[in-house]
């Protein structure tokens, strides 16, 4: 008997072992690509080519500053502030439309609602990458190639926001409730604005952060609705510079600062909410 718990012993420490190592592994999978961004923003580009690319140089990065921001009359400012317009515009529209449609899918009954929500969870599986082009042609069809419409529409639906905003009103409205204020005699543009909005607020912010991380991240959408060098995210940008290295003039030390700076603000916006993401995140694992 005592063999048995020795060796049960064993394994559970060989287990514990396992999983510490695992996790060490993809510690430094994942911080290792965020560490070499950071020192390399630091460097010059001399230093960039000539050191160990993981350690400190000599300190460059107020010069790497000035020459991101200052090149070609302060376009990457003119990127960043796009990507401000569009994660955010484009964020707003689309929980406004998914908390709508969630709430309309979990607390009303029509014919045809079964098929709606297995059609809403089918197109959440489709790779934002694949629809591209087919918006691109239907945009093209109406003129809107080119403005900033040809961006918010389609960042305005989200399938996968609506299947989340039907779970969250599922879980947080009662039924019992919205009967006793139709019996008060409140319309159901009331209800949904007084009562179901509020009661859905956790659940509207998560949609909103989620949304604008994907926006805010999004390349193949403004790659192939805009044309237009100013109009560009901070991302498309990047890739414009990015090619600039690739072909004639060097400009990795840009492209490496602009990627560092661009992840500033998206992580100021997730440490400012993530209150909100807990508890969103929370919720929605429990429904």
């Given at each position: 008997m005592n063999t048995g718990r020795t060796a049960a012993v064993r394994a559970s420490r060989r287990s514990?072992?396992?999983?510490?190592?695992l996790m060490v592994v993809f510690l430094v999978y994942s911080t290792a690509p965020?560490?070499?961004?950071?020192?390399?923003?630091?460097?010059?580009?001399?230093?960039?080519?000539?050191?160990?690319?993981?350690?400190?140089?000599?300190?460059?990065?107020?010069?790497?500053?000035?020459?991101?921001?200052?090149?070609?009359?302060?376009?990457?400012?003119?990127?960043?502030?796009?990507s401000v317009l569009y994660a955010a515009v484009g964020s707003?529209?689309?929980?406004?439309?998914?908390?709508?449609?969630?709430?309309g899918l979990a607390k009303f009954r029509f014919p045809g609602r079964g098929a709606m929500?297995?059609?809403?969870v089918g197109s959440s599986l489709l790779p934002s990458a694949l629809l591209a082009l087919p918006l691109y042609l239907l945009f093209s069809k109406i003129g809107l190639v080119g403005s900033v419409w040809s961006l918010f529409i389609p960042y305005f639906i989200n399938p996968f926001c609506v299947y989340l905003a039907r779970v969250y009103a599922e879980g947080s409205i009662p039924d019992e409730l919205l009967e006793a204020a139709?019996?008060?005699?409140?319309?159901?543009?009331?209800?949904?604005?007084?009562?179901s909005l509020k009661l859905m607020t956790t659940g509207a912010v998560t949609i909103f952060m989620l949304d604008f991380i994907a926006i805010w991240n999004n390349f193949f959408l403004p790659l192939f609705m805009l044309?237009?060098?100013?109009?560009?995210p901070v991302t498309l940008g990047l890739y414009e510079w990015n090619l600039g290295v690739l072909q004639s003039q060097d400009m990795t030390s840009l492209v490496i600062t602009?990627?560092?700076?661009?992840?500033?603000?998206?992580a100021v916006f997730i440490i400012s909410m993530q209150r909100f993401w807990r508890s969103g995140i929370l919720v929605g694992s429990l429904k």
């Open positions: 514990v072992g396992v999983t510490l190592a965020v560490w070499w961004l950071m020192v390399s923003s630091t460097k010059s580009l001399a230093d960039l080519y000539g050191t160990f690319g993981l350690s400190f140089a000599h300190w460059n990065l107020g010069d790497n500053l000035s020459r991101t921001f200052g090149y070609d009359h302060h376009i990457f400012l003119r990127w960043l502030l796009n707003f529209g689309a929980t406004l439309v998914s908390v709508a449609a969630g709430y929500f297995a059609v809403t139709r019996i008060d005699g409140a319309g159901e543009l009331r209800i949904f604005r007084s009562i044309n237009g060098e100013k109009t560009y602009g990627s560092l700076v661009s992840v500033v603000p998206l």
